[in-house]
């Protein structure tokens, strides 16, 4: 059985980093798309960060470009966010999910009609930032 679980979150003041992983399991497949959304109180679910084997490119939103990273380790198993230059809008429920088998670009993989696509969520770490 597949398991994502997303951890690292916490309190930060403006300006602060913060390094989200999210720890995989149950995945064997050549073909994927892995992300990071987050969910804000009262508002829609968006993506941050997505990849795609298929895709050599990274997708960032755009609020969030030059700020934040996606990365993953060489044995694919453990999924990261570094973040930096945090704000108060920052400020979301971040979950990680992933898609198998699937052959996507990168900025595909983080749309919010994609997000129905994924088969995998990790339960998601709550990342507050304070002014």
């Known amino acids: 059985d597949v398991q994502l679980q997303a951890s690292g979150g916490g309190l930060v003041q403006t300006g602060g980093s913060l390094r989200l992983s999210c720890a995989a399991s149950?995945?064997?497949?050549?073909?994927?798309?892995i992300g990071w959304f987050r969910q804000a109180p009262g508002k829609e679910r968006e993506g941050v960060s997505c990849?795609?084997?298929?895709?050599?490119?990274?997708y960032y939103k755009e609020d969030v470009k030059g700020r934040f990273t996606i990365s993953s380790d060489n044995n694919k198993n453990t999924l990261y966010l570094q973040m930096n230059s945090l704000k108060p809008e920052d400020t979301a429920v971040y979950y990680c999910?992933?898609?198998?088998?699937?052959?996507?670009?990168?900025?595909?993989?983080?749309?919010?009609?994609?997000?129905?696509?994924?088969?995998?969520w990790g339960q998601g770490t709550q990342v507050t930032v304070s002014s």
């Open positions: 999910a992933a898609a198998l088998g699937v052959l996507w670009y990168s900025d595909y993989a983080c749309e919010k009609s994609t997000m129905r696509e994924y088969a995998y």
């Open positions: 149950g995945l064997a497949s050549d073909d994927y798309a």
């Open positions: 990849i795609a084997s298929s895709d050599p490119t990274t």
